[in-house]
């Protein structure tokens, strides 16, 4: 299997490093880990995150350099309404930064190895704080988990899709945030034929700067009680 020289290097690294900034180099089917970089698309920027620059950049897709990588990854085989699917970070680490967790589908026009991300994407799964929150680190309900898994709905029609995870790091101060993105293929078997998944976005473009969820500011002091999801409604809805 191909790794990059920085995917390797990164790979190597003291255990503090990989503790700090993470990968989702790992497709999790049904409960199992798959291999790194099977169904997963690599990209070149290792562990480092982005800033808020990222999000008006092609790049906020699946990240920097992960166009050259298209064609390495497998494409996992799927059915709508059977099959759980996920994200597992490097190393069995859980994360370590605060903040949440979303996962985002895209069909492809054709093979998803093809295809850049540059159309509608919906969102299938978030994972935020605990209700009520206290504004602590520690009522994120994303912090210290490895994998993050859903069961695919019933309402995606059949295709090849990129499947998309993002977390965005709250903890730096001046409202910035860390971003962390990364993509799998999948090819979804379906018989739904009902209104199309909604409502979409694209990247770049889907979000701002002033969107409550990059705009909330976590060492505001009283500390902040809510903290709103970045995206639209989940699909189903």
């Known amino acids: 299997m191909h790794f990059s020289t920085v995917t390797a290097v990164a790979f190597a690294v003291a255990p503090q490093l990989a503790s700090a900034h993470f990968l989702f180099p790992h497709l999790m089917l049904n409960g199992l880990r798959t291999g790194a970089f099977e169904y997963v698309r690599e990209h070149d920027f290792g562990f480092m995150p982005h800033n808020n620059d990222f999000i008006n950049s092609q790049d906020f897709r699946c990240n920097e350099g992960s166009w050259r990588h298209r064609r390495e990854p497998k494409t996992a085989q799927v059915t709508a309404g059977r099959d759980t699917v996920g994200f597992n970070l490097h190393l069995d680490f859980g994360i370590y930064h605060p903040g949440p ?34 504004g602590t680190d520690q009522g994120w309900l994303t912090r210290d988990k490895k ?65 409550p969820a990059i705009q909330l500011d976590s060492w505001a002091k009283p500390p902040p009680t809510f903290a709103p999801m970045p995206g639209p409604q989940l699909w189903p809805n």
């Open 147 to 211: 994998n993050f898994q859903f069961r695919l709905p019933s309402e995606i029609p059949a295709g090849q899709y990129l499947m998309r995870i993002e977390q965005m790091s709250v903890h730096p101060p001046y409202k910035q945030k860390e971003w962390y993105v990364q993509c799998a293929h999948l090819n979804i078997a379906s018989n739904y034929n009902g209104r199309a998944p909604g409502p979409t976005i694209r990247f770049p473009g889907g979000y701002k700067i002033s969107d």
């Open 101 to 134: 967790v979303t996962i985002y589908l895209s069909k492809a026009p054709g093979d998803v190895r093809d295809y850049d991300g540059s159309g509608d994407w919906f969102k299938v799964y978030q994972l935020g704080t605990m209700m009520p929150w206290n």
